[in-house]
């Protein structure tokens, strides 16, 4: 009998050490088969972020295609953004592939009418003549395309979700830096894209802070619009209008010596990009001051969606806009500055129509004895400031610094 006890409790503690084992392994098991489900769910995941993003790259093209090759007419509704103050306007819009025609009816631009013809762009104020505004060596679509290449490269592309706007149905997609430069989220954009044409009827454009700084929504989108010979101004008509007033703008794509010649000026090239970036051309700006015109030469680059404009101006030239800018006594005073910031809407707000506008963005300005350089771009101060830091100014003709 007592022999019997200690058996009894051996075979309870076999039976517990084989409960144990078993719990043991099906935990085990449980848990691989839980990693398991985990990663599954996570291939999932990847396959359909995949197959999103392959979709969003997708109805980019599409849209690129129909936005370019697409003839229609349209209500565009914008209210864009600058520093403190919203500028809203109502345009009418005619497009083919090869010119586009914007009349303003309503809004802050009321009366003002523009747009481009193969390579020539004009422009026409209320009570002026109309003006040659610019023209550029690549056409427009030429230009795009380069420039959506670059940003497959350097974005990335999300869809977001399907939508209805202006009773259209669209998908929508939203465009953001695959490496934000330090300080910045953006720049980006997002977009309507019309399901049933390709169409891009909504377009809102962030800033390097990912702040909303433009949204345009086109309405009554017309497919089989009426266009006469006066809709587009015809490249016979603007070339003879820059006859008689100078461009305002010409893009020179890589004619480097031209550029030098005209602006006394060779076109300014910093040592230093930031990351993505890459030449896009060379061009002249001019700028209608008190007397004589300013010429500065500039070097664009892009990365396919936000663009880096490096302008140059020689002495005289910016003596010229510090008089229309500052007052002639102050300008005097600044003669020696380095790497300043400005914010471009409220000197355009203060300046004349005739003054020099160097674009939207962020604006960093270096003067050196010869001259002026200024970097323009969708990017942080600090950025331009290693841009402009980074590039020498060169008279045509003499060694510059």
């Known amino acids: ?14 039976s517990a050490i084989v409960l144990a084992l078993a719990f043991g392994l099906w935990n085990e098991r449980a848990h691989q088969a839980q990693l398991q489900a985990t990663a599954l769910r996570e291939r999932q995941m990847a396959t359909q972020d995949r197959q999103q993003t392959q979709h969003a790259v997708a109805l ?3 849209a690129f295609v129909a936005d370019n090759q697409l003839k229609y007419s349209a209500i565009s509704q914008t209210t864009a953004t600058y520093a403190d103050q919203k500028l809203q306007t109502q345009a ?10 914007i009349v303003y009816l309503d809004g802050d631009r009321k009366g003002l009418n523009s747009g481009f013809n193969q390579k020539w762009f004009w422009r026409h104020k209320p009570g002026s003549p109309m003006q040659a505004y610019a023209a550029v060596e690549q056409d427009a679509t030429e230009m795009a395309a380069k420039r959506f290449a670059m940003l497959l490269d350097n974005y990335e592309v999300k869809w977001l979700k399907e939508d209805t706007i202006a009773g259209r149905a669209v998908e929508l997609v939203e465009i953001h830096p695959i490496k934000p430069l330090d300080g910045a989220k953006g720049p980006g954009k997002k977009l309507g894209i019309d399901k049933e044409t390709g169409l891009t009827v909504l377009t809102t454009t962030y800033n390097y802070q990912w702040q909303p700084v433009m949204s345009s929504t086109l309405r009554e989108i017309d497919f089989t619009p009426t266009i006469t010979p006066d809709t587009f101004a015809s490249p016979t008509q603007i070339m003879d209008m820059a006859k008689k007033k100078p461009w305002m703008a010409r893009e020179m794509g890589t004619h480097r010596d ?15 990009l930031p990351r993505g970036f890459a030449f896009d051309g060379v061009g002249i700006h001019r700028c209608e001051t008190i007397g004589q015109p300013s010429y500065a030469a500039l070097t664009r680059y892009t990365d396919g969606l936000n663009t880096l404009t490096v302008f140059a101006m020689k002495d005289a030239d910016v003596q010229r806009e510090k008089v229309l800018h500052e007052g002639s006594a102050n300008a005097k005073n600044n003669a020696t500055k380095d790497a300043t910031e400005k914010d471009t809407a409220a000197s355009s707000a203060q300046a004349s129509d005739q003054s020099c506008d160097f674009g939207p963005g962020t604006l960093v300005i270096r003067d050196v004895p010869q001259g002026r350089i200024i970097a323009v771009s969708d990017l942080p101060a600090v950025t331009l400031r290693r841009v402009v830091e980074n590039t020498s100014l060169q008279l045509h003709g003499a060694a510059g610094k």
């Open 1 to 14: 009998m007592n022999a019997s006890v200690p058996s009894r409790y051996g075979l309870f503690l076999v």
């Open 60 to 62: 980019l093209i599409r």
């Open 92 to 101: 009418k819009i005619t497009r083919t592939p090869e010119s586009m025609a």
């Open 258 to 272: 031209e550029v030098a010649r005209t602006t006394g000026v060779v076109p300014p090239q910093p040592k230093e």
